[in-house]
């Protein structure tokens, strides 16, 4: 059964920093891209970063560009995202997704991802 399970989510005052880690367990996701989203209360979900291990792809949201940085190790260790200078309005729920089948680079879309954690909160004051 596969699962990713989120964690390092908390409470951070505006310009701080934090890291998210997702953890990957059931099968190895070395050939298919993974990505961090989002949700804030009333919005909709939104993509924020990608990686595919095999192809050394990231990409991400312009609205976190230069701030936060998601990375992977090897093709079985955990992704991170090292979110920094965070602002309020980063504060959201963050889920952690992985595509089912390969393909090369990520994608942005929710709808593109088989795979998702429970999510981890975030939330930065000002």
């Known amino acids: 059964q596969v699962q990713l399970v989120e964690s390092g989510g908390g409470l951070v005052e505006a310009g701080g920093s934090l890291t998210l880690s997702c953890e990957v367990s059931?099968?190895?996701?070395?050939?298919?891209?993974m990505a961090w989203f989002r949700q804030a209360p009333g919005k909709e979900r939104e993509f924020v970063a990608g990686?595919?291990?095999?192809?050394?792809?990231?990409g991400y949201a312009n609205s976190v560009k230069g701030r936060f940085t998601v990375s992977r190790n090897n093709a079985e260790s955990p992704v991170y995202l090292q979110m920094d200078s965070l602002k309020p309005e980063d504060t959201a729920v963050y889920y952690c997704?992985?595509?089912?089948?390969?393909?090369?680079?990520?994608?942005?879309?929710?709808?593109?991802?088989?795979?998702w954690g429970q999510g981890t909160q975030v939330t930065v004051s000002s």
């Open positions: 997704a992985a595509k089912g089948e390969y393909s090369g680079g990520y994608h942005t879309s929710v709808s593109e991802y088989d795979f």
């Open positions: 990686i595919n291990w095999n192809d050394g792809t990231t």
């Open positions: 059931g099968r190895t996701f070395s050939s298919s891209p």
